[in-house]
């Protein structure tokens, strides 16, 4: 389903307008304007950089030609190098990669290259919401594969009111669309959790894009509480009261900020004003004003929807159906299918799994290949596999999802090793004593998110002014110190390596995997899930280890 039609002549945004945005004519920028620095931009052979669409803290947004593909791209390139900011750009790319939405916008590429991260996205010419609402006109457009509304241009029929101007169509439209991408984004499994007008594109025929997905989560795995950390993340004005109060985020907190910009785009004005402390506190305590109080044209309906999509208690705000049906739109079947088939298999699967699980209980090492088409319901094996054998707190379960259009180094374990961290958090230190200071380093310089692990990060800044090493010597330094520390881990209790889509695993991580596998002293299960595929690098790579089992799968007509 195409995701957008592209328009051309009118401003361009991502994220907010560009009037005040330096204007990057073809092949006319140089690199020390680029970076400021005189750092080249590494990529500059199969991407043409023509002006600059947006800045953040993290990174800066291009309008770029793709000389490749023949096709004007946005290119966010990250300018922060935080492990935290690069764990989230990761993300974000890997949330919404096979997410394919009318109305969310289409993430091609993540590109690691020199040093440097990039991410290609569509395009999207337009204007944020708020700009679109409040002082720009809409023409008619007739809808295609996708949700748009009729829009009729903007009119003084509000010249009276006390709040902004906004055509009533022209609004209902857009929230409607609004509800569509955020039921969309649900349904495939991930919440926003940054919602506003800025991070929503409608372009000049009235087609609205939701975008910026650097603060996307998981909405099934989700912490039951929020750190200092995470509870900053968001907006204030738009942040939901739990999500304030440092509860974890649910779809009701994202429908809290749709009710926030609905609010907004009625009165001109936010439920909430003030500091971020008053603002925040003011939602624990009441509802504010209704719409119509400030604005009296405001219509009765949408008056009534936004004030139940700002109840404080997440159980009493409409979902999506709702939502949906309040704009006028019906449904007929899901906004997003689920990825793949459910798995049709009987217990024949699961006693192979099983039966793998329980040599590595003794001790022994093993590896189980599924195998089959696209879905043919190998992701739901390997997902009940995980579920149903590997319940117990003393199994170590690291999971990872490949991606075709990721060009990392050691994609292979990239997610691994993300997976790793996180167990690693909530665990003494004790796996990690006596490792060499050299190989600390090297998993702190080479893995970033490992930083995340306190006493990884404590030894790194203890070792800050120690010998700096090339890249070549810092990747070899921790790939061996990766396969010690995974065994480590599978000494005290059995390890479990579970990879979706390895087929895309790279020949530096299947090597990586194949050695730690091969060794047979650590109690390690590897499972994989790949199309069928000639001489792919983790096949080859295991090579004649001879522990291992294949699950087929065929296509069901």
């Known amino acids: 389903m195409k995701g957008f039609t592209a328009a051309t002549g009118s401003p361009t945004t991502l994220g907010r307008a560009l009037a005040t945005a330096p204007t990057w004519t073809a092949g006319a920028y140089d690199d020390e304007t680029f970076w400021g620095s005189g750092r080249r931009f590494c990529c500059r052979q199969r991407f043409e950089l023509l002006r600059e669409l947006g800045a953040g803290g993290m990174g800066v947004v291009y309008l770029a030609h793709d000389h490749r593909d023949a096709r004007r791209v946005a290119v966010k390139i990250l300018t922060s190098f935080e492990y935290d900011h690069l764990y989230r750009f990761k993300r974000e790319f890997r949330a919404l990669a096979d997410v394919r939405h009318p109305n969310l916008l289409v993430l091609h590429e993540l590109i690691q290259c020199d040093g440097q991260f990039h991410l290609v996205m569509e395009f999207v010419d337009g204007v944020d919401l708020g700009k679109r609402l409040l002082g720009h006109p809409m023409t008619e457009v007739e809808s295609g594969d996708r949700l748009t509304l009729p829009l009729g241009a903007a009119s003084a029929e509000g010249a009276g009111r006390t709040g902004p101007c906004v055509d009533d169509v022209a609004l209902r439209a857009c929230f409607a669309q609004l509800a569509f ?284 002014s120690s010998r700096v090493v090339g890249p070549a010597e810092a990747g070899r330094r921790a790939r061996i110190a990766l396969v010690a520390l995974l065994r480590r881990v599978a000494a005290e209790r059995p390890l479990v390596l579970w990879m979706d889509d390895a087929q895309h695993c790279d020949p530096a991580s299947a090597q990586l995997l194949a050695r730690l596998v091969r060794g047979g002293e650590r109690p390690v299960l590897l499972v994989t899930a790949s199309r069928p595929r000639q001489g792919d690098a983790l096949t080859c790579a295991l090579g004649q280890f001879g522990n291992r089992r294949r699950i087929v799968l065929k296509s069901v007509s």
């Not at 650097?214 to 739990?242: H, I, K, N, Q, S």
């Not at 603002?279 to 119509?292: A, E, M, N, T, Y």
């Not at 088939?341 to 329980?358: H, K, Q, V």
């Open 181 to 464: 991408a955020l039921q969309g984004l649900h349904e495939a499994g991930w919440l926003h959790r940054d919602l506003k007008p800025t991070n929503v594109i409608v372009d000049r025929v009235g087609h609205l894009t939701l975008l910026d997905f650097g603060m996307v989560a998981d909405r099934w795995a989700l912490p039951t509480r929020l750190t200092l950390d995470d509870r900053a993340f968001g907006t204030p004005a738009y942040m939901a009261p739990e999500q304030a109060a440092g509860d974890p985020a649910t779809p009701a907190s994202d429908w809290y900020a749709f009710g926030v910009m609905l609010y907004e785009m009625l009165t001109g004005c936010l439920p909430f004003e003030g500091s971020m402390l008053e603002i925040l506190s003011g939602k624990q305590r009441r509802l504010p004003r209704p719409p119509r109080a400030l604005c009296a044209s405001a219509p009765e309906d949408l008056n009534a929807v936004c004030m139940e999509l700002l109840q404080r208690h997440p159980c009493k705000r409409p979902a999506a159906d709702e939502v949906l049906e309040r704009f006028g739109v019906k449904q007929s079947q899901p906004a997003q299918p689920a990825r793949g088939r459910a798995w049709l298999g009987g217990m024949t699967e699961l006693e192979t799994l099983r039966a793998a699980f329980d040599e590595v209980r003794d001790g022994r090492a093993a590896s189980v290949r599924i195998e089959g088409p696209s879905g043919t319901g190998k992701s739901a094996l390997g997902e009940r596999f995980l579920e149903t054998v590997c319940e117990p707190e003393d199994v170590v379960v690291l999971t990872a999802r490949l991606f075709e259009h990721e060009s990392l180094p050691m994609k292979g374990i990239d997610m691994l090793v993300e997976s790793l961290g996180r167990y690693l958090k909530g665990q003494p230190a004790g796996v990690l004593k006596d490792m060499g200071s050299d190989d600390v380093q090297a998993l702190a310089a080479v893995f970033p998110v490992l930083r995340k692990v306190p006493a990884i990060e404590r030894a790194h800044r203890a070792m800050s």
